[in-house]
């Protein structure tokens, strides 16, 4: 995906980028590449793969979510910053907290903040279950892409959520999955409220979009430690 298919493709989801933003994408690409060679942050590094698969898949969250809507956002296992850091450059104006376990991430994701001048950011290095811990019903909307199966996603993401606010995870194929987060779900006083399936342009790989409500309170066992959750899925 060239930039000129990207800037196309994102009109057609109702995304329009200004100049100052194309700009900080593409300083944002150097950056990926620059800290790649040092550190292993992703295997697409070409650039019409990272418009592509990482900067325009980021923003697919627009299909399912109003983000003007959003003040707050946290992204769990973000990674790289897909899709927190790409939201943020794009949608300046909600508050976002990137949450990642690898502490190399951490110092990458604090660097992208600097060089860019990203306001209203915050970057933690710890572990989904423990952030979420300490900070219950705080977000707007919750999101993570590719880190875990959606059972266990759930249980990581739903107490950080407001009440009647939203999760949305980030998927290829998502039927199993979905199928076996019935009894998450439950437990989690959580409802799938929409699921969007769309390929990809030009590549036409599967995505899926799946936005979870949170519906009532969150028992404060939940979530579990990592190894009770690793030993068994809600």
């Known amino acids: ?20 933003q194309l700009e900080q994408l593409d300083q944002y ?28 898949d980021s923003l697919t969250l627009n299909k399912i979510v109003n983000m003007d809507e959003v003040e707050s956002m946290c992204d769990i ?23 990642d376990s690898l502490k190399k991430r951490t110092i990458f994701l604090n660097e992208v903040v600097k060089q860019l001048g990203l306001g209203n950011i ?17 977000y707007d909307l919750v999101t993570s892409r590719a880190v875990a199966t959606l059972p266990i996603l759930l249980e990581y993401s739903m107490p950080l959520v407001k009440l009647n606010k939203y999760f949305v995870a980030m998927k290829s194929h998502a039927e199993e999955e979905i199928e076996n987060s019935k009894r998450a779900l439950e437990i989690l ?22 936005k979870i409500v949170k519906n009532g309170i969150i ?9 009770e959750i690793k030993k068994k899925h809600l």
């Open 29 to 56: 690409y150097k950056l990926l590449i620059e800290w790649n060679n040092k550190m292993n942050l992703t295997n697409i590094t070409e650039e019409n793969d990272v418009y592509l698969k990482h900067f325009y």
């Open 122 to 138: 915050e970057i933690y290095h710890e572990r989904a279950e423990e952030f979420a811990k300490n900070n219950r019903n705080k």
């Open 189 to 210: 006083n959580s409802k799938i409220e929409d699921i969007v399936i769309f390929d990809l342009p030009i590549e036409k790989s599967q995505r899926s979009l799946i």
């Open 1 to 20: 995906m060239n930039r000129k298919e990207f800037i196309k493709e994102l009109e057609n989801i109702g995304v329009t980028l200004t100049q100052n």
């Open 219 to 227: 028992s404060q066992k939940y979530p579990r430690s990592f190894n």
């Open 77 to 99: 296992g973000t990674g790289a910053g897909f899709p927190g850091i790409v939201i943020k450059i794009v949608y300046p104006n909600i508050k976002v907290t990137l949450v």
